[in-house]
């Protein structure tokens, strides 16, 4: 897969691109350009106990005209698509630091959570299995007072239960705002890494299964991805487990009192994660040294076959070669039966060496 160099190339645009750059985004030359139709997707989720109202939007100019209404508690704005423009409008509405903003635009960046004048903004990373393939995207959130900002790479996410969860009455989303909304988005990312590694786990089996019946030319080669797919899955979750402590540990007392426990569960979560990826990138190193062993193995099977044949002839090629000899005086030469018992001497030798094999045990296993 190439989500991997990717990254890498990325990470070096990046850098050549800003190279002695002032910070922020205020100077982006396209932050006065709209995105084209179908770039950028808006959809905001206003709730409270008693009710819930969802509504999409074409463009930034049109979100920021409708606020959240007086009867809602929570507004959850989802942008899905990234563009200068979109970032630049919501930055200045809502008056997020620019330096966040410039993190949400430039992708990719390392995951982190930081405090701007009382509201938090967090990066992770959302992992996926598309098209038999390990996605990732970044996933920026500003968390402010009453209002929750998901900015997404692409179109599409794992978040379709939370929306059911808000839309079903008496939910504890409904209930506890948008602290508890904000873990719930988080958790649901780090949670969705169980049915990845679910994934991974089915593969590692059938790849272990297969290099004991008969590997493929592509084993070797699949074992890499799966390791190297693994070894990415470690990287992201280890400062998913770092965020959700510092969110836990709640030292900059924005987090609702009542939803910071929540936290320490997405902590475990993140934890189990890491531990059950350390285990299966221990066996998918297993199954590189498996390969090798049963490679090792047939190997010495043929060598042993190719052997045996050697020594079943190596006689008769004796007898040949000695009779095949042009001296002029050889006995059996002239006699009416050498010819059968020739022969004769040839399947008895070949037999016997036959019998001695299976007796040692060296055929027949």
């Known amino acids: 897969m190439d989500f991997l160099k990717t990254s890498i190339d990325s990470i070096m645009r990046l850098g050549k ?8 985004i205020d100077l982006n030359p396209e932050i006065n350009k709209p995105p084209e139709a ?11 106990i008693d009710r819930v109202e969802q509504q999409s939007f074409k463009n930034a100019d049109q979100l920021i005209k409708s606020d959240k209404p007086d009867w809602a ?11 200068p423009y979109t970032i630049s409008r919501i930055k200045n509405h809502y008056h997020l630091h620019t330096l966040a903003a410039e993190d949400a635009l430039n992708i990719p960046q390392r995951q982190k959570v930081e405090d701007y004048d009382g509201s938090l903004f967090i990066i992770l ?10 996605s990732n995207e970044q996933v920026s959130f500003f968390y402010l ?15 379709e239960p939370i929306r059911e969860r808000i839309a079903r ?26 049915p990845i590694l679910d994934n991974y786990f089915d593969l590692i089996d059938a790849l272990e299964k297969e290099i004991l019946i008969q590997p493929q030319k592509d084993t070797q080669m699949r074992i890499y991805n799966i390791k190297r797919d693994l070894a990415y899955l470690r990287q992201s979750l280890w400062p998913m487990r770092d965020i959700s402590g510092e969110l836990y540990k709640n030292e900059l007392n924005i987090l609702s009192p009542k939803v910071v426990p929540y936290f320490r569960d997405v902590q475990d979560h993140s934890l189990h994660a890491i531990e059950a990826v350390e285990m299966y990138l221990e066996n998918a190193k ?9 490679n090792s193995n047939r190997m010495n099977e043929v060598m042993k076959a190719l052997t045996i044949m050697a020594s079943l002839f190596m006689p008769i090629t004796f007898f040949a070669g000695l009779y095949g000899m042009n001296f002029e005086h050889i006995p059996e030469l002239g006699w009416k039966y050498s010819y059968p ?20 045990g060296w055929i027949g296993k």
């Open 17 to 24: 691109g800003n190279l002695a750059a002032p910070p922020g």
């Open 38 to 48: 179908g770039v950028v997707s808006i959809v905001a989720i206003d709730y409270s």
């Open 73 to 83: 508690t929570t507004r959850w704005i989802d942008i899905q698509g990234i563009h």
């Open 125 to 134: 990373r959302m992992l996926q299995i598309l098209d038999n393939n390990l």
């Open 145 to 159: 007072e009453n209002t929750v900002i998901t900015q997404q790479e692409t179109q599409g996410d794992i978040w």
């Open 169 to 194: 009455d008496g939910s504890r989303l409904r209930e506890l705002g948008a602290p508890y909304l904000l873990y719930a988005l988080i958790d649901a990312i780090i949670d969705h890494v169980f």
């Open 286 to 294: 297993g199954l590189q040294d498996l390969l090798m062993n049963a």
């Open 341 to 360: 018992v020739f022969l004769g001497v040839c399947a008895v030798t070949t037999i016997s060496l036959l019998v001695y094999f299976k007796r040692k």
